[in-house]
């Protein structure tokens, strides 16, 4: 009896190790040193020889992760993006616009243009709701840059301008203009929501007619900017 209470004792013991060795191992960070990827930022950095580096993205739904990469790397980049337990994803579609990349089992092989040196082009992923890990690693140093683009928490709820606004006395007029952006003046195509309200001639020259509210677009090519103008008595 006391024999088998001792083997039977060993027996729960090894079962008790086991079970604990297994929740240590699931419960074992794989991107300790992971650096938070914000949706539309550029990070620009120095890759090391043989040494990853990490970033973290978490999607505040189901959509797209579009990963923009460039690199200097002697050979070629290899990046890929994984769950939090080390699950491999490939990318949906991708663009090059230097080099080529070529998918593998689990990752993706981003290689340089001969010629110029340089690796250029976006990865598309399609991914649900939760959390990713971006890893990026080479045998060789080299500069990369990243933008990883995805629908965030913090994306969806940040505000944005619809329209500036100003406000002008009746009879009252304010002259408008259009900067482009390589900084010259250019030539805009005007409206307005309201003429009887607040009127804007093709030079840009807003007339404030008659107490109300009118929208003023001023519209270059595929641009457009709204100005909401006010007229008061």
């Known amino acids: 009896m006391k024999k088998f209470l001792s083997i039977l004792l060993s ?69 890929y993006v994984m769950t939090p337990d080390g699950e491999g994803i490939l990318p949906s579609s991708g663009e090059e616009k230097q080099g080529n990349y070529y998918t593998r089992r689990d990752y993706t092989d981003c290689y340089k243009n001969d010629s110029t040196g340089f690796f250029s082009g976006t990865l598309s992923y399609t991914l649900l709701k939760g959390t990713y890990y971006i890893r990026l690693k080479d045998m060789k140093a080299g500069t990369v840059s990243i933008t990883a683009s995805y629908p965030s928490a913090s994306s969806s709820s940040e505000k944005s301008v619809s329209y500036l606004s100003a406000t002008l006395k009746k009879g009252s007029t304010l002259q408008l203009g259009a900067v482009l952006s390589d900084g010259k003046a250019g030539t805009a195509e005007w409206s307005s929501s309201k003429s009887s309200v607040a009127s804007v001639s093709s030079s840009g020259k807003i007339t404030a007619k008659a107490k109300g509210t009118a929208v003023i677009t001023a519209k270059v090519g595929d641009s457009t900017v709204k100005i909401q103008i006010k007229v008061t008595a």
């Open 11 to 79: 027996v729960v013991m090894a079962v008790t190790t086991m079970s604990a060795l297994a929740v240590s191992a699931s419960a074992i960070d794989l991107f300790p040193d992971a650096s938070v990827a914000k949706s539309g930022k550029e990070y620009e950095f120095m890759i090391k020889a043989d040494t990853p580096k990490d970033f973290k993205i978490t999607l505040s739904k189901k959509g797209t992760l579009d990963l923009k990469i460039s690199h200097t790397v002697k050979t070629c980049l290899a990046v």
